[in-house]
């Protein structure tokens, strides 16, 4: 039987977002600033602040990569919060690992937080609060992985655009292997915000996210479950893992035939007969992350000049 | 040889701290209320919600104990914050663990925030701030076990009086045996912010914690070292201990005759033998947390009504 999978590339999802931002800078004549701070020896890590630099090159966003001693970190990311030239700060992390990183990424200005990591921004996407300031002309930054998941699932028709905004994923079942408080968690949040019924896997089991009824009645609902991966992959239409290690492989024996597949690890977290499987396969997120990263910055350059349009 | 080791218990030095939040209350007719969220099934949790109660009872602190499940934890966070009738909110922690808990210390209110764990008040510690606004009416909240530690190395004389304020650790050499986001870490800082040489220990290695030259020139400086517990246990005046399992003993002939040993575990960190090498033993910090816990309580009851003294 020939296999009838459609590979997806990250690359071809971010060309769209790549030629918006390149044309918007050149039309508009600004030059965004984005410094990457760099603190670890992770090979991903550099991997990733080569693709940003290159795709920063290519559509006009000023990139510094900044290679900094970990114990000087917390004094750098102050300077570039206090330089008018920086509009966007990242760092690669781990950098201490735990919760150590949690407090960093709550030393990063807001108005400069492009990876959208800092409290405020986690704590607004679980709430589905989608505005900074009350009168509505600051749009709240996203996490840019999880945000990069979305992109990709509108890209691939998982969104439905019948429905109306909002409720575009109502009927659809998600998996997503990885509840860290970067990437899984807050993406299980903004898909049962959309109206998905999503299972959170990690190593301490499984939770389900669906939109429930909770604070502003706008949240999703968290319940832990009994579930095991047995259980909750072969009902998903979608899976989606992030498992950092080449160690971790989900059994493809498990899935449904047909499912769509995405991996936001940088390693391979399917197994090589994922096509023999799945209807779509995106293999990797990363340049999506990275047009979202540059969407994200342009939008705090313009809310650090002002340059928002007040609502009518 | 009789054991010259004196004994220093929690209860003596909080008595002090427990009388004046009593008279302040009886004194000024205020019914400050603080809510405690359990939403494990902790043992260490459970007493020192006990103490915390009992302290509350005989001070005049309103304690209310809630009870709910960690997944509506956020939820009753974000009720309690909103509710005028409630002056402080604590959370026994851990509740999920790593960074979700890590989340969840930066939903409480600043201005509820009684253990002093939001970002805001940590990194103030870090950077030796003293005050939340700029006409420094409202002095910073200080997270309360390290708050507690220092209460004590003042009880106990460490704290030198004859030196000048912000100095009075000059000469010390201080080992901690933890280096966590809510206890270890900052209390490292506001010993090095003090004057002390730190070495702040934890299974990932040793940190050298001093005050340096950094930002604002009043941060602490730290390093990495390549040391040893036992090259560095050897050297120090004092040692503190937050080790959470009774497994954990730092062993006794590391220690220098006539050491200052603290323990802020719920479990024994020192071995059995340690009143023959100390001179004062503090076998535990519990009460004067609890004691430090209302007195941040009074503060935020205070900023909440406005009654603040401005300065001259």
């Not at 971010?14 to 603190?39: M, N, Q, T, Y």
């Not at 950098?95 to 409290?119: I, M, P, R, T, W």
């Amino acid at each position: 039987m020939p296999v009838a999978c459609k590979t997806v590339l990250a690359s071809r999802v971010s060309a769209k977002f790549r030629d918006e931002i390149k044309v918007d800078i050149k039309e508009r004549k600004v030059c965004p600033k984005l410094v990457g701070f760099l603190a670890n020896d992770d090979p991903a890590a550099a991997k990733y602040a080569e693709w940003t630099s290159k795709t920063c090159a290519e559509t006009g966003v000023a990139f510094e990569l900044r290679k900094v001693d970990k114990q000087d970190l917390e004094e750098k990311i102050t300077e570039a919060n206090e330089d008018p030239d920086v509009n966007g700060i990242m760092v690669y992390y781990p950098v201490f690992g735990g919760k150590q990183d949690a407090y960093l990424q709550n030393c990063v200005s807001e108005l400069k937080d492009v990876e959208g990591l800092c409290h405020k921004f986690v704590h607004n996407v679980y709430y589905n609060v989608r505005y900074m300031d009350e009168e509505e002309t600051m749009k709240c930054i996203i996490p840019c992985t999880p945000l990069a998941c979305v992109k990709i699932l509108e890209f691939i028709g998982v969104y439905n655009p019948v429905i109306p905004l909002g409720n575009r994923l109502y009927g659809r079942t998600i998996t997503v292997v990885n509840r860290s408080e970067i990437v899984g968690r807050p993406l299980a949040a903004m898909l049962a915000n959309d109206g998905a019924k999503v299972y959170s896997v990690d190593v301490n089991g499984i939770q389900v996210f669906t939109r429930g009824t909770g604070i502003h009645l706008q949240a999703h609902k968290v319940e832990d479950t009994n579930l095991t991966l047995e259980q909750v992959v072969p009902q998903s239409d979608v899976v989606i893992t992030g498992v950092p290690t080449p160690k971790y492989k989900l059994p493809s024996s498990l899935l449904k035939d047909g499912v769509i597949a995405i991996n936001f690890s940088s390693s391979a977290n399917f197994e090589d007969d994922i096509k023999t499987k799945a209807s779509i396969f995106v293999p990797s997120v990363g340049k999506v992350t990275v047009a979202m990263l540059e969407r994200n910055l342009l939008r705090l350059h313009d809310y650090q000049h002002n340059l928002v349009e007040k609502k009518d």
